[in-house]
């Protein structure tokens, strides 16, 4: 493919187009793919159809500042990002491990971005073009616009405009903002006069023309004093939305202080119909095409975005912070449009792989009163109970699944993104038709949904709703699944170490996996990233909501034990397991009947009560042989009902996943085919949303 249909990202491209500059140069840690699931898509696109000349750096070499002059200096500024995700992140797992690959880089090579990207990326530019205006944007930057903290060096960290350099930052999705800040500088206006855009940060000497503010607790106070923290990110998070959010002022000194402004409103539908009609090439760059593309296109290159924001509000996701709680949707013209151009595209096989957002089966506000009055500030839409003004309703969502149905190229569009399931149970009128439609139509083995725990106690910190609405969706999940004559399964995310979770409510998740007979084979460990309520509850151990404190495991080992509880059954975990329940008081559970999750270590076989449980077989239900304990087990029918369910594609001792997504031939722990189970009455093949 030619590179013309690109933007330029070379001197060579940029003459080829009769340039003599540009006029923003977009700096990104990311590789160039001109896809509207990547941010540096929709922005460059966008400015240029605004009449602006945009040219693309993609990873330059941080170490050298020429790297950063491929166009000169550019006629109007930079514009900075980290990419599609933080770049700490990106690089380091939770147990801040350096990752091997890189999904956003040509061939999925690592080591192509620096740590903080922004801030490195910031100073490159600063070491040659000291006066060239430099606005940051993304979700590294959004995340980190005013105080926060920072869980690799374990430190608070200053607003990410000042230790980059910069002199804006564009927060949350930018395409209002950066558009009139590009006309703003266009008019010329100097970049320090650029101070009235919502959705933006920028730095004042003076509060002498900063009117409307609400006072934030001092960099010296949240540095300091984790209660002050708390409650300065209890008040962003109050003053997130874009009709009742204030200005909000940041002190570092007396003569510095970090201004953030309210944020943009939300795109209409019309608005949001016209960013994704934009001229997007739909690819990685050529240059990328020896080394492999870039992986990460792979997952979104056949899915459709239908809609942005969520009102879900889960403690541990900053998408709040980042997208807001109002939720704007495309139309179903647009959508239809891009899928029919889909079809057309090399490599389309037939499958649309989702039709989503945050979250898939958000088609609308949570309630009208959102869009003329904005979200409630202290109250949320659906947990620990749905709202009573809560507008739960799957009919425009069905329609649009059925005409994406209908398109002839289109053999199956599958719902991956997830699902809220409170959410449909909430939807009395289109509920169970959307489950239906669901199970036979757009789910292939598994559905994935995320209760993350089962304990109501984190529950409730992790603004989720209680675990009974978790066991009556995969209940109506499994009615609809068998009246389609399906073997269909609910997978759930499973989250350990969250804030709020001891040994104790460890314990009680890694009952419910063994009254399952589920199996995780990887489990998430709550990961603290900026932005979010429960990385704010793991710095102070305060829930900035109600200042209470909350319980929160720190150090390694105790993840580890938390982790080892999910995952009892392997072998590898049983010293782990042993002392976890040592010191959650649960030896009960140590022993070889069908309850335990570990055997005894050999000097507790000789002791008091050690052999009270064999009458129960050897083994059976312990971890070791086997996901069930005796060979041919299945998983033991538990709280949520239901039969062994799959991790990847295998029941746990017998059925047999469906085939497509993840099928295959169910197989025992060894590796041996299993028996298939005979069903039992009232079981729940399905896993929750």
Not at 489 to 507: D, K, Q
């Amino acid at each position: 493919m030619s590179n013309q249909r690109f933007l330029p990202t070379t001197r060579d491209e940029m003459a080829a187009r009769g340039w003599d500059s540009v006029d923003f140069a977009y700096v990104s840690g990311d590789a160039y793919v001109d896809h509207s699931s990547f941010g540096m898509a929709i922005i460059t696109r966008l400015l240029e159809a605004k009449g602006f000349r945009v040219g693309v750096i993609a990873q330059p070499d941080w170490n050298d500042p020429a790297s950063v002059c491929a166009f000169g200096e550019p006629r109007l500024g930079f514009l900075v990002s980290a990419g599609n995700m933080d770049s700490m992140v990106n690089h380091y797992t939770v147990a801040k491990k350096r990752r091997r690959a890189d999904a956003y880089s040509p061939g999925g090579a690592a080591g192509l971005r620096p740590n903080h990207a922004c801030v490195v990326y910031g100073n490159l530019i600063r070491k040659t073009y000291k006066k060239t205006p430099v606005i940051l944007g993304g979700i590294e930057a959004s995340l980190r616009r005013l105080a926060h903290y920072d869980y690799w060096s374990d430190k608070m960290k200053r607003s990410i405009l000042l230790d980059s350099g910069a002199d804006l930052v564009s927060y949350g999705m930018g395409e209002h903002s950066i558009v009139q800040i590009a006309e703003a500088l266009d008019a010329g206006l100097a970049i320090e006069d650029v101070t009235f855009v919502d959705g933006t940060v920028y730095r004042a000497k003076s509060l002498e023309h900063v009117y409307d503010f609400e006072l934030l607790p001092s960099w010296d106070d949240v540095r300091t004093r984790p209660k002050d923290y708390a409650r300065s990110f209890a008040v962003q998070y109050a003053n997130a939305d874009p009709f009742t959010g204030k200005r909000l002022v940041e002190p570092y000194s007396d003569h510095e202080f970090v201004v953030q402004n309210p944020p943009s409103e939300p795109l209409s539908q019309e608005e949001m119909d016209a960013v994704y009609a934009l001229s997007y090439v739909g690819r990685a760059h050529p240059s990328y095409d020896a080394a492999g593309g870039v992986p990460a296109l792979a997952e979104v290159q056949f899915s459709l975005t239908s809609n942005r924001g969520c009102f879900g509000e889960c403690a541990f996701c900053a998408l709040t912070f980042h997208q807001g709680r109002i939720v704007q949707t495309r139309s179903h013209e647009s959508l239809l449009a891009e899928a029919r151009d889909l079809v057309e595209r090399p490599g389309f096989k037939g499958y649309i792989h989702d039709v989503g957002g945050p979250t898939a089966n958000f088609r609308g506000p949570a309630c009208a009163k959102q869009l003329r009055h904005g979200a409630c500030a202290n109250k949320r839409c659906l947990a620990p109970e749905p709202c009573a003004r809560l507008e739960a309703d799957h009919a425009d969502y069905l329609a649009l699944l059925r005409q994406l149905r209908e398109i002839p190229q289109v053999k199956k569009v599958f719902v991956r993104s997830g699902i809220r399931f409170d959410y449909v149970l909430a939807d009395r009128e289109h509920g169970d038709e959307f489950l239906r439609e669901l199970a036979e139509h757009h789910v292939s083995g598994q559905l994935r949904v995320a209760p993350e725990h089962v304990s109501d106690a984190v529950l409730r910190v992790m603004g989720k709703p209680p675990r009974q609405v978790y066991d009556r969706f995969v209940e109506r999940f499994q009615q609809a699944t068998d009246a389609a004559g399906k073997e269909q399964y609910v997978v759930p995310y499973l989250m350990s170490s969250h804030p709020g979770s001891g040994l104790a409510e460890a314990v009680e998740l890694a009952e419910y996996c063994r009254d399952l007979g589920f199996n995780p084979e990887q489990v998430q460990d709550f990961y603290p990233t900026p932005g979010s309520l429960a990385t704010v509850m793991y710095c102070t151990g305060l829930d900035p909501r109600t200042m209470e404190r909350v319980y929160v495991a720190k150090s390694p080992h105790e993840k580890a034990l938390q982790r080892a509880l999910i995952q009892y059954r392997d072998p590898k975990n049983a010293d782990l397991v042993r002392e976890a329940l040592r010191r959650a008081g649960r030896r009960d559970l140590i022993g070889f009947g069908p309850k335990c999750l570990a055997r005894p270590e050999r000097a507790e076989k000789k002791g008091p009560g050690a052999g009270k449980d064999r009458s129960a077989g050897k083994g059976r239900g312990a971890a070791g042989k086997g996901s069930g304990g005796a060979k041919g087990r299945t998983g033991v029918k538990g709280p949520g009902g239901g039969k062994a369910r799959p991790e990847k594609g295998r029941p746990e001792k017998g059925r047999p996943a469906a085939k497509g997504q993840g099928g295959g031939k169910a197989r025992t722990e060894k590796g041996r085919p299993a028996a298939k189970p005979k069903p039992k009455a009232g079981g729940s093949r399905g896993r929750r949303a």
